[in-house]
């Protein structure tokens, strides 16, 4: 960080110019630090000393603040994709990352970003105070349809998808919340390796992932199938999402007050499931001694979040690949005394009764399904949640076919919504929502239950 005096001279060279090349600002953490740091990313047409200015009051002209933090640029290109076989292509501009540190606790912060073409508006942020009661909403799935001619659409002819609009304006109903941050558990884009698609998907955050009072929102960010490349296999590198969020890994963990978030990458390592099983297994196992030790958190309330999701309308053991994530992953989850899990992937929004896996039996191999039982206190059972309702074209749940509502499921709707999560001590509140405010489940964890009724289909299907 460089003090006031360098940046007024830094920053006196830049005041009068009306134009700025700066853009795509979004916030995420690099580092398990959410107290005293963020970090500030951004796109540029080009390479030059772009940064970062910032203070602790709203200031009219860049040159008046505090504090400068230079941003580090980087191209996305990859060269190979994970079957290795080389990539050719380079996307256009730079990626700046800037972490500003040795914040307060918190503390509201303005800001800007810019260089010697201009300065972009002004933002601020707040930093997460080390008592408070910590408020997210979380989601995923915004993704537009397969073709330009919107073929995924047509499968749907009852419910078209209103893309990007449903995306938007869950996006600006999730700000309105005012929380102090956002998950998004994958599948931003149709095409992770299509920069327009990304650049399309950053301007709206930019845009609607702000409160009324021009606060931005950090997001926390998981990669979906869909980041790695284009359909069917294509261009597969992780690259596309990694080269754009500044996190503290591919998969990663960050603590607030009383919560302990555990991030994990859950894709295939590519969009289809064609084939898929052998690279989900080794994505699985890869994660696993990470996680045992990440779970041995002594936080209130442990969430993990990842992509691909299994105890959501589709039965494990019926030959899709998330059943390598299930069954590698469980007992790390059971053993530690996880209390939610959020997943992503289908395009609905389901919440399962508390579930207790016992073991697992073989189906189709190397498919396998889960033996389990359904406990009547949420504080013996895992929560799983599939939120991946962010405006991509729902997918049904019907009394007949893969996607219905299983034995398991207390909660479930296939429409675009968003839910929000507060913790407040010892209880944890998830309530899902539309746009218009209409509430779709509303749970409050610990809780008991006699019995574990399912929702009626006239009740799901919107």
Same mark, same amino acid.
């Given at each position: 960080?460089?003090?006031?005096?360098?940046?007024?001279?830094?920053?006196?060279?830049?005041?009068?110019?009306?134009?700025?090349?700066?853009?795509?600002?979004?916030?995420t953490w690099s580092t398990n630090d959410v107290y005293t740091t963020i970090t500030v990313n951004w796109w540029s047409p080009v390479k030059e000393a772009e940064?970062?200015?910032?203070?602790?009051?709203?200031?009219?002209?860049?040159?008046?603040?505090?504090?400068?933090?230079?941003?580090?640029?980087? /191209?996305?290109?990859?060269?190979?994709?994970?079957?290795?076989?080389?990539?050719?292509?380079?996307?256009?501009?730079?990626?700046?990352?800037?972490?500003? %540190?040795?914040?307060?606790?918190?503390?509201?912060?303005?800001?800007?970003?810019?260089?010697?073409?201009?300065?972009?508006?002004?933002?601020?942020?707040?930093?997460?105070?080390?008592?408070?009661?910590?408020?997210?909403?979380?989601?995923?799935?915004?993704?537009?349809?397969?073709t330009p001619n919107f073929v995924e659409v047509k499968k749907h002819p009852e419910k078209p998808m209103n893309w990007p609009f449903a995306r938007d304006y869950?996006?600006?109903?999730?700000?309105?919340?005012?929380?102090?941050?956002?998950?998004?558990?994958?599948?931003?884009?149709?095409?992770?390796?299509?920069?327009?698609?990304?650049?399309?998907?950053?301007?709206?955050?930019?845009?609607?992932?702000?409160?009324?009072?021009?606060?931005?929102?950090?997001?926390?960010?998981?990669?979906?199938?869909?980041?790695?490349? @284009?359909?069917?296999?294509?261009?597969?590198?992780?690259?596309?999402?990694?080269?754009?969020?500044?996190?503290?890994?591919?998969?990663?963990?960050?603590?607030? #007050?009383?919560?302990?978030?555990?991030?994990?990458?859950? %894709?295939?390592?590519?969009?289809?499931?064609?084939?898929?099983?052998?690279?989900?297994?080794?994505?699985?196992?890869?994660?696993?001694?990470?996680?045992?030790?990440?779970?041995?958190?002594?936080?209130?309330?442990?969430?993990?979040?990842?992509?691909?999701?299994?105890?959501?309308?589709?039965?494990?053991?019926?030959?899709? #690949?998330?059943?390598?994530?299930?069954?590698?992953?469980?007992? @790390?989850?059971?053993?530690?005394?996880?209390?939610?899990?959020?997943?992503?992937?289908?395009?609905?929004?389901?919440?399962?009764?508390?579930?207790?896996?016992?073991?697992?039996?073989?189906? /189709? #191999?190397?498919?396998?399904? @889960?033996?389990?039982?359904?406990?009547?206190?949420?504080?013996?059972?895992?929560?799983?949640?599939?939120?991946?309702?962010?405006?991509?074209?729902?997918?049904?749940?019907?009394?007949?076919?893969?996607?219905?509502?299983?034995?398991?499921?207390? @909660?479930?709707?296939?429409?675009?919504?968003?839910?929000?999560?507060?913790?407040?001590?010892?209880?944890?509140?998830?309530?899902?929502?539309?746009?218009?405010?209409?509430?779709?489940?509303?749970?409050?964890?610990?809780?008991?239950?006699?019995?574990? #009724?399912?929702?009626?289909?006239d009740q799901v299907i919107h």
């Amino acid at each position: 960080m460089l003090r006031k005096g360098l940046v007024l001279l830094v920053v006196a060279l830049l005041v009068g110019i009306t134009g700025f090349a700066a853009s795509q600002v979004h916030l995420t953490w690099s580092t398990n630090d959410v107290y005293t740091t963020i970090t500030v990313n951004w796109w540029s047409p080009v390479k030059e000393a772009e940064g970062v200015v910032y203070g602790l009051t709203s200031q009219d002209n860049p040159a008046k603040y505090d504090s400068y933090q230079e941003g580090t640029p980087h /191209q996305i290109a990859p060269k190979v994709d994970v079957f290795g076989n080389p990539i050719d292509k380079v996307w256009d501009g730079y990626y700046y990352q800037a972490q500003l %540190t040795n914040l307060k606790p918190g503390t509201v912060y303005y800001f800007r970003v810019g260089g010697n073409s201009g300065f972009t508006r002004e933002w601020k942020f707040r930093t997460i105070a080390r008592d408070e009661n910590v408020k997210f909403v979380f989601g995923g799935d915004s993704r537009r349809p397969y073709t330009p001619n919107f073929v995924e659409v047509k499968k749907h002819p009852e419910k078209p998808m209103n893309w990007p609009f449903a995306r938007d304006y869950i996006t600006q109903a999730a700000a309105a919340e005012d929380p102090d941050f956002i998950i998004f558990d994958g599948d931003f884009v149709g095409t992770g390796s299509d920069q327009s698609q990304w650049q399309n998907w950053m301007d709206a955050w930019q845009e609607y992932a702000v409160t009324n009072d021009g606060r931005m929102i950090p997001i926390v960010p998981l990669p979906g199938n869909h980041e790695f490349g @284009a359909y069917p296999n294509k261009e597969a590198a992780y690259d596309w999402f990694g080269g754009q969020f500044a996190l503290p890994g591919p998969y990663y963990s960050l603590d607030f #007050p009383n919560l302990h978030i555990t991030a994990l990458d859950a %894709t295939f390592t590519q969009i289809t499931s064609r084939n898929a099983f052998p690279l989900a297994k080794k994505e699985a196992e890869s994660q696993l001694p990470w996680l045992k030790q990440d779970l041995q958190s002594n936080a209130q309330w442990k969430i993990v979040v990842f992509h691909v999701n299994y105890f959501g309308c589709f039965q494990s053991g019926t030959g899709y #690949p998330s059943d390598p994530y299930m069954q590698t992953w469980t007992d @790390a989850f059971q053993d530690n005394h996880v209390d939610v899990v959020i997943m992503g992937h289908t395009h609905n929004y389901t919440r399962s009764w508390p579930v207790v896996v016992t073991g697992f039996k073989e189906t /189709q #191999p190397p498919s396998v399904a @889960a033996i389990y039982k359904l406990v009547k206190s949420s504080e013996e059972g895992i929560t799983y949640i599939v939120q991946g309702a962010w405006g991509a074209a729902p997918d049904f749940l019907k009394p007949t076919g893969g996607c219905t509502v299983q034995d398991y499921i207390a @909660a479930a709707v296939a429409h675009p919504c968003y839910s929000v999560a507060e913790v407040n001590g010892d209880k944890l509140k998830i309530t899902t929502k539309d746009t218009s405010g209409t509430v779709f489940d509303d749970v409050t964890l610990p809780y008991t239950t006699d019995s574990f #009724p399912t929702p009626d289909y006239d009740q799901v299907i919107h």
